[in-house]
């Protein structure tokens, strides 16, 4: 069992910055691809990003290519996600999630994902 705890959300204005933080349990965290995924209210979860075991690829939905970064460090466990530019429309509960079996899986997908964080709430202020 992996145990996912987002941290870093917060409340900001247009055209600024958040750095979201996923801390992961586990010894096998490196071979998991990791993705965030947000939820805004009335709205269907959406996949935000995601990263490669390795960390060497990584994957964005078009609304925030260019924006945001995904990040991972397999020492500490730990997966991020740089948010800049912020936009209202980024309002959201943010959740990351780490695939076991990233071979077999779309990356895009949520159900493709195993384990779930409990989410951070980002709010964007116009």
């Known amino acids: 069992q992996v145990q996912l705890l987002e941290s870093g959300g917060g409340l900001v204005q247009a055209g600024g910055s958040l750095r979201l933080s996923c801390a992961a349990s586990?010894?096998?965290?490196?071979?998991?691809?990791m993705g965030w995924f947000r939820q805004a209210p009335g709205k269907e979860r959406e996949f935000v990003a995601a990263?490669?075991?390795?960390?060497?690829?990584?994957y964005y939905a078009d609304s925030v290519k260019g924006r945001f970064t995904i990040s991972r460090d397999n020492a500490k466990n730990t997966v991020y996600l740089q948010m800049d530019s912020l936009k209202p429309e980024d309002t959201a509960v943010y959740y990351c999630?780490?695939?076991?079996?990233?071979?077999?899986?779309?990356?895009?997908?949520?159900?493709?994902?195993?384990?779930w964080g409990q989410g951070t709430q980002v709010t964007v202020s116009s």
């Open positions: 999630a780490a695939d076991r079996f990233p071979a077999r899986h779309t990356i895009k997908v949520a159900s493709s994902y195993d384990y």
């Open positions: 586990g010894r096998t965290f490196s071979s998991y691809r």
């Open positions: 990263t490669s075991g390795s960390g060497g690829s990584a």
